[in-house]
T-cell receptor, first 115, second 108 residues
Framework: EPEVTQTPSHQVTQMGQEVILRCVPISNHLYFYWYRQILGQKVEFLVSFYNNEISEKSEIFDDQFSVERPDGSNFTLKIRSTKLEDSAMYFC?????????????FGPGTRLLVL | KNEVEQSPQNLTAQEGEFITINCSYSVGISALHWLQQHPGGGIVSLFMLSSGKKKHGRLIATINIQEKHSSLHITASHPRDSAVYICAVQNRDDKIIFGKGTRLHILP
């Protein structure tokens, strides 16, 4: 069964460093998403992406975040200058379409720790 | 006020028991998701539903749109069902809003 994959599974970085989290969505999917879950808290929406542009973003998704689909398969989340509070689990998801019958498929997540 | 409320927050039960987890929401939705998050953190989508009832193996999900309420049931629960179960609603802008999750622990 097709699945969303994410790399790396874990990343440790120093505060102020740039990190790139990678996702490979399901191949025929057109909508892509990033979510974040700080330890002990609920999952939060960051951004959605369609047709090579951001379709929606939350207030969390400020100027230090960016997303890109550099080729036909990868979907990346870049954090320009990491802060301690960026430590979280980051989930990528993809869906074929939008609306009531189009489920989002989640990746296994990348656990980011900023020191 | 949280837009998605789950109850209970924590649930411990014996193997074999029938489990019910509830979700209430306050916004207009196009769909509701039930997700499972294992101790390692990965998320698995269990159900997406917009009306009625869906069944997959020992899992059953129901939704009542008028009452803005959904339930997830697990029949013949097993220790491997131990996980956090998350209710999430997809609003009319297709944005997903997550509940805080219900931590389920099934004892052998």
């Amino acid at each position: 069964e097709p699945e969303v994959t994410q790399t790396p599974s874990h990343q440790v970085t120093q505060m102020g460093q740039e990190v790139i989290l990678r996702c490979v969505p399901i191949s025929n999917h057109l909508y892509f998403y990033w979510y974040r879950q700080i330890l002990g808290q609920k999952v939060e929406f960051l951004v959605s992406f369609y047709n090579n542009e951001i379709s929606e973003k939350s207030e969390i998704f400020d100027d230090q975040f960016s997303v890109e689909r550099p080729d036909g398969s990868n979907f990346t989340l870049k954090i320009r200058s990491t802060k301690l509070e960026d430590s979280a689990m980051y989930f990528c998801a993809s869906s074929r379409g939008q609306g009531r019958e189009e489920t989002q498929y989640f990746g296994p997540g990348t656990r980011l720790l900023v020191l | 006020k949280n837009e998605v409320e789950q109850s209970p927050q924590n649930l411990t039960a014996q193997e074999g028991e029938f489990i019910t987890i509830n979700c209430s929401y306050s916004v207009g939705i196009s769909a509701l998701h039930w997700l499972q998050q294992h101790p390692g953190g990965g998320i698995v989508s269990l159900f997406m539903l917009s009306s009625g009832k869906k069944k997959h193996g020992r899992l059953i999900a129901t939704i009542n749109i008028q009452e803005k309420h959904s339930s997830l049931h697990i029949t013949a629960s097993h220790p491997r069902d131990s996980a956090v179960y998350i209710c999430a609603v997809q609003n009319r802008d297709d944005k997903i809003i997550f509940g805080k999750g219900t931590r389920l622990h099934i004892l052998p």
